[in-house]
């Protein structure tokens, strides 16, 4: 059982609920896919397409029609860089999506770059309300590491596009900042790449949602 690498999402399951994690990534115990989600990545799907010239405007982009023609023409004059898999080492350096030091993995949008300009963007579907604080947090992640790819920039900026409200939210970060938030979530990632024992966070809350526990593979479950 390996747990040596990890994602931004595997990060808020592991300190959500260690148990929920283990299920998930290490025995790989598959769970049924939400309509919401499976429509989020038929959005996402439309959105590289378009980028790339090779499919229409569609209903679940047409709030952000202009953004997405400007990532359209970058992409064309080769500024902009659509759905890429980045991913460094332990030492936030980049490495390969299946190298044996890869140590995080994560999946990018799209992305600015130009001399005057470094912005990552993320594609948001669904409510953005109470989610403020997790998203910005996923922002400074990117940012981190799109600072250790490119470590002249001087600031980087990371939007997310929140594309069922027409919503943008902006988040810029200096290197300093970076530095500290990089330390942040270094610290947060080795107790899950280091952890060896994965204890239930059982609560009303936290299994609400969850199928391992309304599945009964998960004894821990809280009954709602």
């Known amino acids: 059982m390996s747990n040596n690498r990890w ?3 595997r990060l808020s399951v592991f300190e959500q609920c260690p148990k929920r994690y283990y ?20 959005i996402h799907n439309e959105a590289e397409l378009y980028i ?13 029609e202009e953004g997405f023609e400007q990532l359209k023409q970058g992409y064309e004059e080769g500024t902009v860089f659509v759905e890429e898999d980045w991913a460094f080492d332990i030492d936030w350096q980049p490495a390969n999506w299946n190298e044996d030091k890869t140590w ?22 669904g409510r953005y309300a109470g989610n403020e604080s997790t998203h910005e947090q996923q922002c400074a992640l990117y940012a ?24 943008i939210a902006r988040h810029s970060y200096t290197v300093d900042e970076l530095k500290e938030r ?40 809280r009954h709602i």
């Not at 299920?23 to 038929?42: L, V």
């Not at 799109?146 to 596009?161: G, S």
């Not at 610290?187 to 309304?214: F, I, M």
């Open 7 to 9: 994602s931004y999402s």
């Open 23 to 42: 299920y998930s990534s290490i025995e790989k115990i598959p769970t049924p896919q939400h309509p919401a989600a499976t429509r989020g990545t038929d």
């Open 52 to 64: 790339r010239g090779e499919g229409p405007m569609t209903r679940g982009l047409a709030l952000f």
């Open 104 to 125: 995080c993995r994560y999946k990018i949008d799209a992305y600015i770059k130009r001399p005057d300009r470094t912005v990552v963007i993320d594609f948001k579907t």
């Open 144 to 167: 981190s590491a799109t600072y250790n790819r490119d470590p002249n920039v001087e600031v980087i900026q990371a939007e997310l596009w929140y594309l069922d409200h027409g919503r």
């Open 182 to 221: 990089q330390e942040t979530f270094h610290n947060r990632a080795l107790k899950l790449t280091e952890a060896t024992e994965y204890p239930a966070k059982a609560s009303v809350q936290n299994c609400k949602w969850c199928h391992y526990g309304k599945s009964g593979v998960c004894s821990e479950y």
